[in-house]
Nanobody, 124 residues
Framework: QVQLVESGGGLVQAGGSLRLSCAAS????????TAWFRQAPGKEREFVAA????????YYSDSVKGRFTISRDNAKNTVSLQMNSLKPEDTAVYYC?????????????????WGQGTQVTVSS
């Protein structure tokens, strides 16, 4: 059972940056695909970014491409999301997710493990 704990959320002005981190409890974390999702009030949880277990494959949603960067440190069992040029529409609870394989990185149903979420608020 993988436990995920996010950190790094907060309040930032539009145009600013934040870095989210997700720490995993599992020593074999490097065998899991990882992703970030977000959920704004009244909206469904949506895909933000994903990185395959081996690291070479990375996906981003169109809304964050060019502004956000997902990275992972398998030695430290962590995955991070660097968020630059933040916009008010990026305001949401951000969730770290992991899975032990499968297709369609962007589907929430394809992830086995979830963190508790961290709030990101971008003021205009």
């Amino acid at each position: 059972q993988v436990q995920l704990v996010e950190s790094g959320g907060g309040l930032v002005q539009a145009g600013g940056s934040l870095r989210l981190s997700c720490a995993a409890s599992e020593r074999t974390f490097n065998r899991y695909d990882t992703a970030w999702f977000r959920q704004a009030p009244g909206k469904e949880r949506e895909f933000v970014a994903a990185k395959s277990w081996g690291g070479p494959i990375t996906y981003y949603s169109d809304s964050v491409k060019g502004r956000f960067t997902i990275s992972r440190d398998n030695a430290k069992n962590t995955v991070s999301l660097q968020m630059n040029s933040l916009k008010p529409e990026d305001t949401a609870v951000y969730y770290c997710a992991a899975r032990d394989g499968g297709s369609y990185f962007y589907r929430t149903s394809n992830y086995n493990y979830w963190g508790q979420g961290t709030q990101v608020t971008v003021s205009s």
